[in-house]
């Protein structure tokens, strides 16, 4: 007996570093579910250059599958709180590469475009899947850690994917595609080491079945608007900057790439520390401090006379890429009940992606009346008053969310 129970000890932490691994890995495909793509928007304009309205169509193969993300999350939300998540997260990676690489051979922008939209459904499934998994496996301080990490794991992938896919570009506007296709190497360790959490399949029945309460609603109301607002401005970067660059007279699609990929890598940084950011500054401290270097940063874009500027200013905004999502999924496992993981994540999903769809929609008539740099400003003062308002939150008497086993 003894015998038996210590080569149990040895096999699960191998087994939950396996997990934790395969979970962090398919957290990087998420940065690929459009951005990956950001530096071919002018070649595929160049190659539809004879559609009507091929400046806001070709934007919108980066951003269309948010629209499917956003109404397909809150549906899978609900299916994997009834049916677990494990299968969910396995069909989500098939169609995420089958979908993704179809832009290798689509040959008209409608081709394109409905591929990206079963993208859409695809990245749904396994964002959903992936927020609630992290719920059910992680609690307090420990999730904070793993919440960070991940958000570096995903900077990772946006160096590695953005900057390569800036490359690609130069080579032929379809090559980012090809990267899609990792998804399928991901296949055999979800198989392997994702397994249903206790709660979803033996110990659901017992589960409360209270709602959220007012309070709770109202909070989870303007946690998801803030990450609506979060996106509509922040995807003006991959949305807007390969054209601003090119107004500038700087028309290299790796430049974008780079400059894209070197907010990613000061997010790496800022997330790997976001537990002691969340554990120093509470919730509301984070997002004031990330809306305030996402702010600056599109201050900073909008007075840059040329790329050293750019630069500059993509450094400042990777303090806010790297801590605002975490803190964006943590608050919302802390106001979620155990059995609305599911759809509550589906939710959050849902939220930031129709940020992201509508970002291009709403920013290119702006540009179109302002110009890049005005508009750039205008978002950044937007980003600033949210922060202001996430430091009063902060500084009021009432607390408004609390953690497990930490500080709000």
Same mark, same amino acid.
């Given at each position: 007996?003894?015998?038996? /129970? =210590?080569?149990?000890?040895?096999?699960?932490?191998?087994?939950?570093?396996?997990?934790?691994?395969?979970?962090?890995?398919?957290?990087?495909?998420?940065?690929? &579910?459009?951005?990956?793509?950001?530096?071919?928007?002018?070649?595929?304009?160049?190659?539809?250059?004879?559609? !009507?309205?091929?400046?806001?169509?070709?934007?919108?193969?980066?951003?269309?599958?948010?629209?499917?993300?956003?109404?397909?999350?809150?549906?899978?939300?609900?299916?994997?709180?009834?049916?677990?998540? /494990?299968?969910?997260?396995?069909?989500?990676?098939?169609?995420?590469?089958?979908?993704?690489?179809?832009?290798?051979?689509?040959?008209?922008?409608?081709?394109?475009? +409905?591929?990206?939209?079963?993208?859409?459904?695809?990245?749904?499934?396994?964002?959903?899947?992936?927020?609630?998994?992290?719920?059910?496996?992680?609690?307090?301080?420990?999730?904070?850690?793993?919440?960070?990490?991940?958000?570096?794991?995903?900077?990772?992938?946006?160096?590695?994917?953005?900057?390569? #896919?800036?490359?690609?570009?130069?080579?032929?506007?379809?090559? !980012?595609?090809?990267?899609?296709?990792?998804?399928?190497?991901?296949?055999?360790?979800?198989?392997?080491?994702?397994?249903?959490?206790?709660?979803?399949?033996?110990?659901?029945?017992?589960?409360?079945?209270?709602?959220? $309460? !007012?309070?709770?609603?109202?909070?989870?109301?303007?946690?998801?608007?803030?990450?609506?607002?979060?996106?509509?401005?922040?995807?003006?970067?991959?949305?807007? @900057?390969?054209?601003? @660059? /090119?107004?500038?007279?700087?028309?290299?699609?790796?430049?974008?790439?780079?400059?894209?990929?070197?907010?990613?890598?000061?997010?790496?940084?800022?997330?790997?520390?976001?537990?002691?950011?969340?554990?120093?500054?509470?919730?509301?401290?984070?997002?004031?401090?990330?809306?305030? &270097?996402?702010?600056?940063?599109?201050?900073? @874009?909008?007075?840059?006379?040329?790329?050293?500027? +750019?630069?500059?200013?993509?450094?400042? &905004? $990777?303090?806010?890429?790297?801590?605002?999502?975490? =803190?964006?999924?943590?608050?919302?496992?802390?106001?979620?009940? !155990?059995?609305?993981?599911?759809?509550?994540? #589906?939710?959050?999903?849902? &939220?930031?992606?129709? $940020?992201?769809?509508?970002?291009?929609?709403?920013?290119?008539?702006?540009?179109?009346? =302002?110009?890049?740099?005005?508009?750039?400003?205008?978002?950044?003062?937007?980003?600033?008053?949210?922060?202001?308002?996430?430091?009063?939150?902060? @500084?009021?008497?009432?607390?408004?969310?609390?953690?497990?086993?930490?500080?709000?």
């Amino acid at each position: 007996m003894p015998a038996r /129970k =210590n080569a149990s000890l040895a096999v699960r932490p191998a087994s939950e570093f396996g997990r934790n691994a395969t979970l962090l890995s398919v957290s990087t495909l998420t940065i690929m &579910s459009g951005a990956t793509i950001s530096a071919s928007l002018p070649g595929i304009a160049a190659r539809f250059s004879d559609m !009507p309205n091929v400046e806001l169509l070709s934007r919108l193969v980066l951003t269309l599958p948010a629209l499917f993300i956003a109404v397909f999350s809150p549906i899978a939300g609900l299916v994997i709180d009834r049916h677990g998540r /494990k299968p969910m997260l396995v069909a989500g990676l098939v169609f995420f590469a089958l979908a993704g690489c179809s832009g290798l051979v689509a040959d008209s922008l409608t081709g394109l475009l +409905i591929g990206r939209a079963i993208l859409g459904i695809a990245v749904g499934g396994i964002m959903t899947t992936g927020t609630a998994l992290v719920g059910d496996y992680f609690a307090g301080p420990a999730r904070d850690r793993y919440m960070g990490l991940q958000q570096a794991f995903v900077g990772i992938g946006g160096t590695i994917f953005l900057t390569g #896919g800036g490359f690609l570009a130069e080579l032929h506007w379809r090559a !980012p595609f090809l990267i899609y296709a990792l998804a399928f190497l991901l296949l055999p360790a979800a198989l392997l080491f994702i397994r249903e959490p206790v709660r979803t399949v033996a110990g659901q029945a017992a589960m409360p079945r209270d709602g959220l $309460g !007012p309070r709770r609603v109202m909070l989870l109301a303007i946690l998801l608007a803030g990450a609506i607002f979060n996106m509509l401005c922040f995807y003006m970067i991959p949305t807007q @900057l390969p054209f601003y @660059l /090119k107004s500038m007279g700087l028309e290299a699609p790796s430049l974008a790439g780079m400059a894209i990929g070197l907010g990613q890598l000061v997010g790496i940084v800022a997330s790997l520390v976001f537990a002691r950011f969340r554990q120093a500054f509470g919730v509301m401290g984070v997002f004031a401090l990330a809306f305030g &270097s996402m702010g600056s940063a599109f201050v900073l @874009l909008s007075f840059a006379e040329g790329y050293n500027g +750019i630069l500059f200013a993509m450094a400042v &905004s $990777g303090i806010g890429m790297g801590t605002i999502m975490p =803190n964006f999924a943590g608050a919302a496992m802390m106001i979620a009940p !155990p059995h609305l993981r599911g759809r509550i994540s #589906g939710l959050l999903v849902a &939220s930031i992606f129709s $940020g992201q769809f509508l970002s291009p929609i709403l920013s290119q008539p702006a540009i179109g009346l =302002n110009g890049f740099a005005a508009t750039y400003a205008l978002a950044g003062v937007a980003m600033l008053v949210a922060a202001f308002a996430s430091l009063a939150a902060r @500084l009021t008497p009432r607390i408004p969310l609390r953690a497990e086993g930490g500080r709000s």
